[in-house]
């Protein structure tokens, strides 16, 4: 009997993996809006070896699946900057947002011809199409940026289906969104609100008539305020209107009845999330009496029924889906995008009739042995002021290694953007590529982040840089006192708003001994003046007023206290950035430069916020492995493209 062979005693972060950058990337793809039309099922793929294009797939009930956009087409929106609510679908007919011109195309789905333009004003975005067909147009989130000296104009407009001509519904406030026309077409409703508020500190739900033209008329407001969050209203097949509201601390799901609001289930739970993408689904309908609803409860997702006339939730088995998005339903099926902590992510169909799950299209077809994989940890932590914070531990994973006696592994913690977002155990490569080389991560939930209610979402107004750091520090310490890593080897990175905590980090707090931060915030004086609509109040709620509050923007940029930082430190940066510019990074790196403090500085040309070319993914990840093998003094097992380190 062969004895199976023996790991090899190798350093953490030396560790051979076979989670390479070429395997991760290649055949992969980035799963997005679902979509259903009779028995076919359509959804979006972001293609990083096609340069981050995003494509209308659609998969018949016969199982074929195809292209709906072909070359050079990228259906995507910039309406807000993040986009979302790409496309429509209605009985084969497909309308999209092109990114290139940002106008509205339209193509048949059964013709195989070329999509042809369906707008043309050349300064209006659109986003979140629905089909009202009866007066052969389409209602759509519309964005002006006709004036580039000014902010762009949000409304709700038509988009005649004849001409493409487009005529303004409903304007005033400064953001709409989701649009939703009731079943016989006689009633609209949307989501509004205004500066500084972002739509998961407050929103508004209002409801109007349509009369003979069209028009928009006797509106009135449903739902929601300064202090109340309102996501993904949608009316029910018999005419009812539902939403989330956190009124209650917790995203549940309500209804207008009789002209009043009620809860149709109370729970300590969140059935909604931070409104950052258009068209975003966590509940769909299969009759009036029957939801399909997605939840966060204490961290952990769940799919399950929920009976509209008795409030009764009934959890449904998908124990292979830690999470799921996206969610549409049918009389016989449900469909989704599901995510569970071992598998890429998939377009699930779930059959209603015989409980059979089957996965339409996967993320990725690369088949990975489980004895390279981290199993995810949820775990709670002490952290200020008496309060708990939340993360997700991976600990180093590789069948073929072992570290010597003794040794504890670097550690890698992870903080998230948004800031109101958050992580969760769905399958993520890119930790595993980290773990698998003998890295430990902790991915952190932050005071800030969704998924335990509005109160610990609230945890962050005014304290943007404060409270994060924070919990990421505690999170770190907390490892490093159960001799779970080794506290002379801590790394933080991040990207976006996590950059930002990242940069804090490094420069406030004397734990962390290097950093990588991704298209991150080092001045929030600048960046105040110069992102995008969307963003551009967030952070009234996130730190203060400006210039109100111009001396907290000061004791909160690291930039203005890089004399403070002596760790060191990679930059990622996309050239074509609006929503956190080049500069924000570029006047980092030329002070810790000017220091002499290790520093490197990696632009990409033609990428934004967020990188999605498949050679610019691999060249970061890769980069940033270089970057701590050089800075934690360990020999990488291979090679992987060089980064110039200045002052090293």
Request: glycine fraction near 8%; proline fraction near 6%.
């Amino acid at each position: 009997m062969t004895n199976p062979p023996q790991p090899t005693i190798a350093a953490y972060g030396s560790w051979k993996s076979p989670i390479t950058t070429d395997f991760m990337l290649s055949d992969m793809i980035v799963l997005g809006q679902v979509a259903l039309d009779g028995s076919d099922t359509y959804w979006i793929e972001a293609r990083p070896a096609e340069g981050g294009r995003k494509v209308i797939v659609r998969r018949t009930a016969s199982g074929a699946i195809t292209d709906i956009t072909p070359l050079p087409f990228n259906a995507r929106t910039r309406v807000h900057e993040y986009g979302g609510g790409d496309f429509l679908v209605d009985t084969g007919e497909v309308y999209f947002s092109h990114f290139a011109d940002q106008h509205l195309y339209h193509v048949s789905a059964n013709s195989g011809a070329a999509p042809v333009p369906l707008t043309s004003a050349a300064s209006i975005r659109f986003a979140d199409p629905v089909l009202d067909k009866s007066r052969g147009r389409l209602i759509c989130v519309g964005e002006d940026h006709a004036h580039p000296e000014r902010e762009a104009v949000n409304t709700l407009v038509s988009v005649s289906l004849e001409d493409g001509g487009t005529q303004v519904l409903v304007s005033g406030n400064d953001f709409y969104a989701a649009p939703r026309l009731n079943p016989d077409g006689s009633q609209l409703s949307w989501l509004t609100w205004n500066h500084p508020n972002m739509p998961w500190d407050g929103c508004e739900l209002w409801l109007g008539d349509l009369d003979a033209s069209g028009q928009v008329v006797n509106v009135r407001l449903v739902a929601g305020g300064l202090e109340e969050s309102i996501f993904q209203p949608q009316w029910s097949p018999d005419g009812q209107l539902y939403f989330v509201s956190d009124r209650s601390g917790w995203w549940n799901i309500h209804r207008l009845h009789g002209g009043q609001v009620e809860p149709v289930c109370s729970r300590a739970a969140e059935f909604g999330q931070p409104h950052w993408l258009f068209n975003f689904s966590t509940y769909a309908f299969v009759s009036p009496q029957r939801i399909v609803c997605a939840y966060s409860e204490s961290g952990h997702g769940q799919l399950a029924n929920l009976d509209t006339t008795t409030g009764q939730l009934t959890p449904i088995e998908t124990s292979s889906y830690a999470t799921t998005a996206y969610i549409r339903a049918a009389a016989d099926r449900v469909v989704f995008i599901g995510s569970s902590p071992s598998q890429p992510s998939a377009v699930a169909q779930l059959d209603l009739k015989t409980g059979k799950l089957e996965v339409l299209r996967c993320a990725s077809s690369i088949s990975l042995d489980p004895a390279y994989i981290s199993v995810p940890q949820p775990i709670e932590f002490p952290t200020e002021n008496g309060l708990t914070a939340y993360a997700i531990s991976y600990p180093p994973q590789n069948a073929d290694y072992k570290a010597p006696a003794g040794e504890l592994p670097p550690l890698i913690v992870q903080s998230h953007g948004g800031p109101t977002s958050a992580t969760s155990t769905a399958f993520n490569l890119s930790i595993q590529f980290w773990t698998s080389r003998g890295f430990a991560v902790l991915d952190v939930n932050y005071g800030g982040s969704s998924g335990y209610g509005r109160a610990y979402r609230e945890r962050l107004k005014g304290q943007w840089g404060v409270i994060d750091v924070d919990d990421c520090v505690n999170g770190a310490k907390y490892l490093v006192e159960r001799s779970l890593v080794d506290g002379k080897r801590l790394a933080i990175r991040g990207g976006s708003a996590g950059g930002y905590t990242t940069l804090c980090a490094l420069t406030f707090r004397d734990v962390f001994n290097a950093g990588a931060s991704y298209f991150g915030v080092s001045d929030l004086s600048l960046f105040v003046k110069d992102t995008h609509k969307f963003e551009s109040r967030y952070l009234h709620s996130l730190v203060g007023p400006y210039p109100e509050k111009r001396d907290l923007y000061i004791q909160r940029s690291s930039i203005n206290f890089a004399d403070q930082l002596s760790c060191p430190v990679i930059f990622f940066q996309g050239q074509e950035d609006k929503i956190v510019p080049p500069n924000q990074a570029e006047l980092m790196v030329e002070v810790l430069r000017q220091k002499k403090v290790p520093v490197a500085y990696v632009a990409f040309e033609g990428e934004q916020h967020g990188f999605r070319r498949a050679e610019n993914i691999k060249r970061a990840l890769e980069n940033e492995l270089y970057f701590y093998s050089r800075v934690f003094h360990f020999d990488l097992a291979e090679k992987v493209e060089p980064v110039e380190i200045a002052n090293l």
